[in-house]
Structures are given as C-alpha cells and as structure tokens.
C-alpha cells in the first residue's frame, strides 16, 4: 500500500537532515584533518631550522675545539721541558736526565717485574696460611672455652672474647703482610742503588754546566756587550789619563766575568719565562677547546630537546586531527541517525493518529474536506508532470 503525501513529506524531511549531517560531519572532518597537516607543517619547519641553527654553531665552534687537540698544543707544552732542561745545564743538573732515564730502565727491565710477582706471590701463600691457622684457631680450645674478663658471663662475653681473639690474630698476621711487601720493595731499591750512588751523572751535570756557560761566553750577545763595555771603559780612561792607571786595568779585569754572570741570570729567568710561557699557552688552548667542545654539547642537548619537544607537538596535532576528524565523521553519522530515526518516529505517530480511537480520522487530521481535495488537485498535477 502506498504512503500519503504527508508521510511522504516527513519521511522526505529526516533524509534531507541525515544527509545534511553526513555533508557536515565531511567537512568537519576535511577541516580537522587540514588543520592538523598545517601544524605538522610547522612544526617539521622548525625542526629542520633547529637543526640548521646546530649546525651552524658547530661549524664556528670546530676552530677552537681543534685549538684543543694534542697534536697542536704539544709544540706550546714541549717548549716547557725544553727550557727546564736547558736552566738544568746552566746550575749544573744537567745529569740527572740521563740518570732518570737510567731508572726508568731500570723499573722495565724483566727482573723488576720479577720481584713485583714474587712479592704478590708471597703474599698470597701468606693469606692462605692465614686462613688454615684462623681455622685452626677457632677450633682449638682457647677459642671455644675463652677465658673471659673477670666479672664477665654468659653467652654475650663469650663472642665478644671470641672476637677479641680473632681480632689479635688479624693485628699479628697482618704484620707479616706488611714484611712481605717492605722486603719485595728493599730489593726493587736496590736494583735502582748503583744508579743512585753513581758519581757519572754528577760528572755529567757539571760538564754540561760547563759547556752552557761557554756557549753563552762564545756567542755573539756577550761578544757585542764585551767589546762595547770594554771600548766604553778605554775610552773615558783616556779621556780622563788613566788608560795605564791600575784601577782601570782592574776594571778591565772585572767586566768581563761580571757581563758573564748577568747573562747568564738573564738567559736563566729568560727560560723559566720560557717555560711558563709553554704551560700557560698550551692550558689555554685546552680551556679553549675544552669549553668551546662544551658549549657545543650544549648546544647538541638543547637542541634535542628543542627537537623533543617539536615531535611531541608534532605528534599532538596528527593526534588532534584524527580525533577531529573523527569527532566530524561521528557527529554526522549520529545525525543522519537521529534524522532518520526522528523521520520513522513521525511516520509512526501518524499512522497511529490515522488509525487511532477518539474519532481522529484521517480527515479530521487534515483540518476539512477543502484541504484533502487541495491536496488531491496537487497529487494530480504531480503525476501530469511526470
């Protein structure tokens, strides 16, 4: 059986709103989902200049963390040896280079690490020892029947007796280890002994010594200064009629070994200037590099965490554009729903008003006859246009 115009117009009525909703709920989602691509947009914009920014300040920073490389800062700490050396020759220590050298030698050689071994070797036979006479210890008689302290009893004085015997025993033994390890390190010494006691590197110390001192004798500074004084002190003697005179060939005398001793003063405090110079320089360049290498692990960890905090936005808007986007999807199902569901209870309601009791016909529905008729006249001219 057909349906009449108006359920027709209802049932037409809750299809336009469900459509309408699933339009709507579309372009909620379209918007949602827009929205979210142009944060993620955003946000892997900032991320790739966060990580140009790193970059950069990497590129200005590597000279100066380079500045901090050994191979760069050895020639500054090698001038410091270098001049120690040298103000070594000049007081007559000049030796004791090679004597080290010769105790070092000597702290390699096989034999010396042989007697390192044989100490450790002792030593632990004597812990092993130890530990069979601990347990014979705490077997015997003394330990399990200790005499105790006069006024003392019972179980606690008993173990406290019992420590006090095995506290002993440790005291005394550990003695022994202590023997063991002095008589492993007086032989070592003695190996080092003959170097120690040999009067070569004194011998040495004072040739070098001797051979500085002419260099700074032979070389030209002293030269230049000797002939200039020297020329200065004949120059006023004759000038004033002294040049034979007795204190100006005292003078004469006297020049040369006092010019001597102030240069070599001079040269002296010239390398221990030297050599803080060297130190100075080097830890410097350390401090540079090592601060510059800091500041670009600083630089490195704000930058992750820069990063960090960008993917976890990132994230975020992929998160809310999926739930728009599904909020948008869910609100016009659930529309189209309710539409539809709105529609079919309409349809309902006026098939039972149509059939109902009370006298509520069809007609008295419609209002009067006039209006069925209108409505007639419209069905008709429908179906001629079709």
């Known amino acids: 059986m057909g349906l009449d115009p108006v359920s027709w117009a209802v049932l037409g009525a809750a299809a336009i709103g469900g459509s ?24 892997s914009a900032a991320q790739r200049e966060q990580a140009r920014q790193f970059d950069v300040m990497r590129q200005i920073l590597a000279p100066y963390i380079s500045a901090g490389r050994p191979d760069l800062t050895q020639p500054y700490i090698a001038a410091g040896p270098g001049a120690i050396q040298q103000m ?14 010769a105790l ?16 450790d070797k ?14 014979a210890l705490k077997k015997s008689t003394e330990y399990r029947n200790p005499t105790l302290a006069e006024g003392q009893k019972g179980k606690t004085a008993i173990k406290q007796a019992r420590e006090d015997l095995i506290a002993k025993f440790q005291l005394a033994t550990d003695k022994g280890i202590r023997d063991i390890e002095t008589e492993g390190y007086n032989q070592q010494q003695a190996l080092f002994k003959p170097i120690l006691e040999d009067k070569q590197y004194e011998q040495m110390g004072m040739e070098q010594q001797r051979q500085a001192i002419q260099q700074i004798e032979q070389g030209p500074l002293f030269q230049e200064l000797a002939r200039q004084g020297e020329a200065a002190l004949l120059a006023n003697a004759s000038a004033t009629g002294r040049r034979g005179a007795e204190d100006t060939q005292s003078a004469l005398a006297r020049y040369r070994p006092q010019l001597l001793n102030q240069l070599i003063d001079q040269t002296y405090a010239r390398l221990g200037g030297l050599t803080n110079v060297g130190q100075t320089a080097a830890q410097n360049l350390l401090n540079v590099g090592q601060a510059s290498a800091a500041g670009v692990g600083a630089g490195a960890l704000q930058s992750g965490n820069a990063m960090a905090n960008l993917m976890v936005g990132q994230a975020g808007a992929q998160a809310a554009g999926i739930q728009g986007a599904a909020a948008g999807q869910a609100a016009g199902i659930s529309g189209f729903g309710n539409a539809i569901s709105g529609g079919l209870q309409n349809y309902a309601l006026l098939n039972a008003l149509g059939t109902g009791g009370g006298g509520l016909g069809y007609e008295s529905f419609a209002g009067s006859g006039d209006w069925a008729a209108g409505q007639g006249a419209q069905a008709g001219f429908m179906s001629t246009n079709v």
Do not use: F, H, W
């Not at 309408?20 to 946000?43: D, F, H, M, W």
């Not at 070092?104 to 044989?118: A, F, G, H, R």
């Open 20 to 43: 309408a909703s699933v339009y709507s709920g579309r372009q909620a989602s379209k918007g949602a989902r827009a929205a979210a691509e142009a944060q993620q947009k955003g946000y």
């Open 88 to 101: 070594q020759r000049l007081v007559g220590l000049g030796g004791e280079g090679a004597r080290q050298q």
């Open 104 to 119: 070092l030698n000597v702290y390699k050689q096989p034999e010396y690490t042989q007697l390192s071994d044989i100490t």
């Open 122 to 135: 002792n030593i632990k036979e004597y812990e092993r020892n130890r530990e069979r006479e601990l347990a």
